[in-house]
T-cell receptor, first 113, second 114 residues
């Protein structure tokens, strides 16, 4: 079945450091891939998405490229801020999965000033 | 535009008690979902609905029931709460069910079952 695997957290960085959160997936069809972010005390909100191989999603300085050959969708940001502290979820949506969204376990990011 | 709202925000139940969680969306979305979020496990789908009057089971439906009598509302019921149902519950909605769809989430309901 479909699945998403994320690197375990927490990830702790200093402000302006480079961020990478790894995400790999298993899917039987042609999935769309998503990164959602959850700020403390809030629900998840879409950060970025990519719908086909080699697409790059980007938003708020975050980027992720859909790599079919390595089944990966790693999240990157060149210079993190304290306000980026949150939990980040990688997810996929695949027609063979009945249009359900499969979420990874989440990676908590702490950014220190 | 309120988006997705959930009621209540927090609740404490005793084992065996019942309760209903309410989700409301004002975006005219067809699809609605209930998830539970547990530490280290991400979000797991409990039930979902593809339109008014329809519901379907998700990944972890046991112990829960749902109803979608109005398009904008999706109710999650616990008939006899158990400590294993202690969790944070999120409602979400989407316009359609396609692979490109973005889900919009409510702020969550934190439930503690003693």
């Amino acid at each position: 079945g479909n699945s998403v695997t994320q690197m375990e957290g927490p990830v702790t960085l200093s402000e302006e450091a480079f961020l990478t959160i790894n995400c790999t997936y298993t899917a039987t069809g042609y999935p769309s891939l998503f990164w959602y972010v959850q700020y403390p005390g809030e629900g998840l909100q879409l950060l970025l998405k990519a719908t086909k191989a080699d697409d790059k999603g980007s938003n708020k300085g975050f980027e992720a490229t859909y790599r079919k050959e390595t089944t990966s969708f790693h999240l990157e940001k060149g210079s993190v801020q304290v306000s980026d502290s949150a939990v980040y979820f990688c997810a996929l949506r695949d027609s063979t999965g009945g249009f359900k969204t499969i979420f990874g376990a989440g990676t908590r990011l702490f950014v220190k000033a | 535009n309120a988006g997705v709202t959930q009621t209540p925000k927090f609740r404490v139940l005793k084992t065996g008690q019942s309760m209903t969680l309410l989700c409301a969306q004002d975006m005219n979305h067809e699809y609605m979902y209930w998830y539970r979020q547990d530490p280290g496990m991400g979000l797991r789908l409990i039930h979902y609905s593809v339109g008014e009057g329809t519901t379907a089971k998700g990944e972890v439906p046991d112990g829960y029931n749902v109803s979608r009598l109005k398009k904008q509302n999706f109710l999650l019921g616990l008939e006899s709460a158990a400590p294993s149902q202690t969790s944070v519950y999120f409602c979400a909605s989407s316009y359609g069910g396609g692979v490109l769809e973005t889900q919009y989430f409510g702020p969550g309901t934190r439930l503690l079952v003693l």
